[in-house]
């Protein structure tokens, strides 16, 4: 048996009227505690190099981002082989303050969906107004029958986390809803101005 870590799909790929990648290995920790205290804001800026987020908001500096997931748990993205290190040092910041520091990246599972019409796709399973989500804001939400999140991380582009659990059905359920010929147009974007 190998010990060597693997995506939950190992880069699978669907291409539609949007693009569907399974983003493979991403480090993930969870914390959770008081996200105003200074103590909590400090650990963060300095695991992670990014200030703490507002609520439904994702801060990114480099290869690492902190995501406001609900008013008392942030996740904090990195590298894969960082994750251990970092929720390390997370830890000790945080001792004697109240607060839960877990590595969950072999728990979950990153796609990424590009194209201009990505609010489309998302649109078919998702109960969110995609029109009100600026790039950097992030919602917990429903893909069709399993919990997921997902945030605006370009300009044409969305990330979806779940459990690796579902991994095999959101990436199904992506492709289906990504298929050419299925565009509902839901979020026709205007046309550029000619100036």
Do not use: N
Not at 147 to 156: H, L, M, R, T
Not at 163 to 180: I, M, N
């Amino acid at each position: 048996m190998s010990d060597l870590a693997q995506s939950a799909l190992t880069g699978a790929e669907f291409e539609g009227f949007v693009t569907i990648r399974e983003a493979g290995l991403q480090g993930m920790i969870t914390l959770r505690g008081d996200l105003g205290a200074k103590a909590v804001m400090q650990a963060v800026k300095d695991a992670a190099g990014c200030a703490m987020p507002a609520a439904r908001r994702v801060t990114t500096s480099g290869t690492s981002s902190v995501a406001w997931m609900s008013p008392d748990e942030v996740m904090i993205l990195c590298p894969h082989d960082k994750a251990e290190g970092t929720a390390r040092a997370l830890a000790t910041a945080l001792e004697g303050s109240f607060a839960t520091v877990a590595v969950v990246s072999d728990a979950r599972a990153v796609f990424s969906v590009q194209g201009a019409a990505w609010r489309d796709a998302l649109a078919k399973i998702c109960p969110v107004d995609f029109s009100t989500l600026a790039q950097g804001d992030i919602r917990r939400t429903r893909a069709a029958q399993v919990a997921a999140a997902i945030w605006v991380s370009g300009k044409d582009e969305a990330t979806l986390v779940c459990f690796r659990s579902v991994a095999g059905y959101v990436f199904d359920l992506l492709s289906t809803v990504s298929a050419k010929g299925t565009e509902p147009d839901l979020y026709r974007l205007p046309p550029e101005s000619s100036q």
